[in-house]
């Protein structure tokens, strides 16, 4: 039969452990959190790098990136010369409200045009302000961080010294190597 107050004392107990120990908890939004390096906050992007080239678009796994563009003809540079085509992007817009934040298309882009950015305090009151369009991509490029320094590579294991004849040499007396002999050829 349980003890009466046990159960009151068992609470007290938890209550003072607890109190003794130091508080984790993130004083937000009056102290900012310390992100690590390479945070995944928001999407930028470096407009002057994209070519409309869709290849973000076409491997996001939630189809959550508006690519619109038009080709432009520029004229030829020289009597010989053909003329000379080229993307203008008329939109570039990410739904926030769909995104997973898996950053394929960061590592898909093949031109550098799209960055993470540790920012990420733009909740909405409305789903659809969380489409982001380029101008507004463009400016979370000011928050992008510098590039980390790469990490160092794994410490070279050396190899411990080996005695004697070399690992897999003949020895020297014309004795076969172990599995050499003729009982251990094709079991005939
Ligand atoms: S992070 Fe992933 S889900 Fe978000 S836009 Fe890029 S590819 Fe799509
Ligand atoms: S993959 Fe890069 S260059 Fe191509 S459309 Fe996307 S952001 Fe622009």
Known sequence: ?????????????????????????????????ELPPRSRGVIALLEENCTSCMLCARECPSWCIYIDSHTETAPSVGEQARERSRNVLDRFAIDFSLCMYCGICIEACPFDALFWSPEFEYAETDIRNLTHEKDRLR?????????????????????PAVEGPAAGAAPSDGAPRAGEGPESGGGE
């Open 139 to 159: 400016d979370w490029m000011w928050t992008v961080p510098a590039p980390q320094p790469i990490d160092p590579g794994p410490s070279v294991i050396e190899a």
């Open 1 to 33: 039969m349980a003890l009466p107050g046990k159960g009151l004392i068992d609470g007290l107990k938890v209550t003072a452990k607890t109190l003794s120990r130091r508080a984790v908890t993130e004083q937000y939004p009056d102290v900012q959190p």
